[in-house]
């Protein structure tokens, strides 16, 4: 998980580095606050989605 974790970074800061010519830095750092928002309603949405299916099976487990 370190090695995935390091390596994604340096990917990142290569990325933003290549885009930063076209671009420029605002819209790399807007495009990664875009990233983080998408994250954060998938999360939401996979949490309404699945979590009380996953409680009733907790549920059933210890019984």
């Known amino acids: 998980m370190n090695t995935c974790a390091t390596a994604v970074g340096g ?6 580095g290549v885009l930063k010519r076209e671009f420029g830095l605002n819209a790399i750092f807007a495009g990664i ?4 928002v998408i994250a954060g309603l998938a999360l939401v949405l996979a ?7 996953d409680l009733e099976r907790a549920r059933e487990h210890t019984r």
């Open 11 to 16: 990917v990142g800061v290569l990325l933003a």
């Open 33 to 36: 606050a875009l990233l983080f």
């Open 47 to 53: 949490y309404k989605v699945w979590v009380e299916r």
